[in-house]
């Protein structure tokens, strides 16, 4: 019973490429997030969306963008990748009202930038 | 700033143990905090809410609002709780629904 997906589990990609990380759920939430997960950093917020094509800055937002086009899916692009952008990717989704609801993750995408 | 601390990077027990992994916020209010956990090789995933106020695993959590801290701990760790654990504060007044971890504990039970 996965809820939240991510398209890839591992991606390689070439410096200056444009990438494009994909996260789908199917539990009609209204919110949905991308995370970048490094060791002793935490899950640090890039960007999160709490609507169809609506968005909002997280913590570390310079070198991505983000798509909302539709309730389910929200992507992650990374405009010209960079080596310092090798990371794990997380995708989570919540219900509207956070406060006292479960945040639901993908499995992850490995990201490598050479 | 709103922020959740996990002080600890790393913490390492022996099987049997108490284990306490620490967790401090820094929000007004009443905050809603929950810990999730990752086991090797699988997704993140809810273990516990203090609105529950459940133990998970034999887990439990408190929330004590004079030390703005919300401790996880466990009376007899197993070496099957070795995981990367984070504390995490989901927002709950109108505004931003933006959720906040803290940097994370790695635990490791030893036999």
């Known amino acids: 019973d996965v809820k939240v997906t991510q398209s890839s589990r591992y991606l390689v990609k070439r410096t200056g490429e444009k990438v494009f990380l994909e996260c789908v759920q199917d539990?009609?939430?209204?919110?949905m997030f991308w995370y970048r997960q490094d060791p002793g950093l935490g899950l640090r917020l890039i960007y999160f969306?709490?609507?169809?094509?609506?968005?909002e800055k997280g913590d570390i937002p310079e070198g991505y963008s983000v798509s909302r086009e539709k309730k389910e899916r929200f992507s992650l692009i990374l405009e010209s990748a960079s080596t310092n952008q090798t990371s794990m990717y997380l995708c989570?989704?919540?219900?509207?009202?956070?406060?006292?609801?479960?945040?639901?993750f993908g499995q992850g995408t490995r990201l490598t930038v050479v | 700033a709103q922020r959740v601390t996990q002080p600890e990077k790393l913490l390492s027990v022996f099987k049997g143990a108490p284990v306490e992994l620490k967790c401090n916020y820094s929000y007004s209010g009443s905050p809603e905090l929950f810990w999730y956990v990752q086991y090797s090789r699988q997704r993140l995933q809810l273990l516990l809410r203090?609105?529950s106020r459940e133990s998970i695993k034999g887990f439990t959590a408190d929330l004590n609002k004079g030390e703005t801290s919300f401790h996880l701990k466990k009376p007899f760790a197993q070496e099957e709780d070795s995981a990367m654990y984070y504390c995490?504060?989901?927002?709950?007044?109108?505004?931003?629904?933006?959720?906040?971890f803290g940097k994370g504990t790695k635990l490791t039970v030893n036999p």
């Open positions: 539990m009609d939430h209204e919110n």
């Open positions: 969306s709490y609507d169809v094509k609506m968005k």
């Open positions: 203090h609105i």
């Open positions: 995490a504060h989901h927002p709950t007044q109108g505004g931003s629904e933006k959720l906040v």
């Open positions: 989570a989704s919540t219900q509207i009202g956070t406060g006292r609801t479960e945040a639901f």
